[in-house]
C-alpha cells in the first residue's frame, strides 16, 4: 500500500464502547496528525507526533487518546464519546526535515465516526 | 490568531472554462506557507500547490496556478481548462510552523459539463 491508510473507514459506537482508529503512513515520513473534521467547520488539528513525541493535543478533551507506537502508525482511542464527537477524522503525515513542523502534511482518507 | 477566509461557499465552472477560488488571511507572521488542498468526495485530501511566503513568484502546478498577494494577505487558485475531475472540495489552509495549521472552510466546486 501507498500513501497514508486508515481504518476504518466507517464506525458507529454507542456512547459507552470503547474503539479504537488506526492510521498508517507508507511515505518515510517522521510526524503524523490526527484532525477532526465536522461539517461546515474548518479543520481542527487534534495532536500532533513528531519522532513519535507528542507535541501537540489543543486541547481535546481526555475521552481521545493518542498513541504513536512508532514512526509509522498512529492511533487514536476513544471511550464514552458523545454524540457531538460525531464526525470525519483524518489522519496526516509529513515529514519534519527541519523539526518545525512546516512540511506539506499528506492526508488519509478518513473514518467517519457516528456516536450513537 | 491566525484564521482563514474562503468566502465562496460554492462555485461552479463549465468544463474547460477557467476558475478562481479565493482565499485570505490573517497573521502577523513574516514567514509562513500556504496550501491548497483538495478533497473529492471520495474523501482523501490531497495536497494541490503549496507557496512559501518568501518566494515572490506564484507557484504553478500543470493546471493549477496561485495568485499570492502577501501584503493583501490573498491567496487565490485559478484553475485553468477544468475538468470534470477537479469537481471537490477545495480547502485553503495556511501554516506558520510548530503545528500551527490552519484550515479555511472549503469552497465546494461543481463542474458542469
Known amino acids: 500500500e501507498t500513501g497514508v491508510t486508515q481504518t476504518p473507514r466507517h464506525l458507529v459506537m454507542g456512547m459507552t464502547n470503547k474503539k479504537s482508529l488506526k492510521c498508517e503512513q507508507h511515505l518515510g515520513h517522521n510526524a503524523m496528525y490526527w484532525y477532526k473534521q465536522s461539517a461546515k467547520k474548518p479543520l481542527e488539528l487534534m495532536f500532533v507526533?513528531?519522532?513519535?513525541?507528542?507535541?501537540e493535543n489543543n486541547s481535546v478533551p481526555s475521552r481521545f487518546s493518542p498513541e504513536c507506537p512508532n514512526s509509522s502508525h498512529l492511533f487514536l482511542h476513544l471511550h464514552t464519546l458523545q454524540p457531538e464527537d460525531s464526525a470525519l477524522y483524518l489522519c496526516?503525515?509529513?515529514?519534519?526535515?527541519?523539526?518545525?513542523?512546516?512540511?506539506?502534511?499528506?492526508f488519509g482518507p478518513g473514518t467517519r465516526l457516528t456516536v450513537l | 490568531a491566525q484564521t482563514v477566509t474562503q468566502s465562496q461557499p460554492e462555485m461552479s465552472v463549465q468544463e474547460a472554462e477557467t476558475v478562481t477560488l479565493s482565499c485570505t488571511y490573517d497573521t502577523s507572521e513574516s514567514d509562513y506557507y500556504l496550501f491548497w488542498y483538495k478533497q473529492p468526495p471520495s474523501r482523501q485530501m490531497i495536497l494541490v500547490i503549496r507557496?512559501?511566503?518568501?518566494?515572490?513568484q506564484n507557484a504553478t502546478e500543470n493546471r493549477f496556478s496561485v495568485n499570492f498577494q502577501k501584503a493583501a494577505k490573498s491567496f487565490s487558485l485559478k484553475i485553468s481548462d477544468s475538468q470534470l475531475g477537479d469537481a471537490a472540495m477545495y480547502f485553503c489552509a495556511y501554516m506558520a510552523g510548530a503545528n500551527n495549521l490552519f484550515f479555511g472552510t472549503g469552497t465546494r466546486l461543481t463542474v458542469i459539463p
Open positions: 507526533y513528531s519522532l513519535e513525541e507528542r507535541v
Open positions: 496526516a503525515s509529513s515529514q519534519d526535515r527541519l523539526f518545525r513542523l512546516t512540511d506539506t502534511q499528506y
Open positions: 507557496q512559501e511566503a518568501y518566494k515572490q
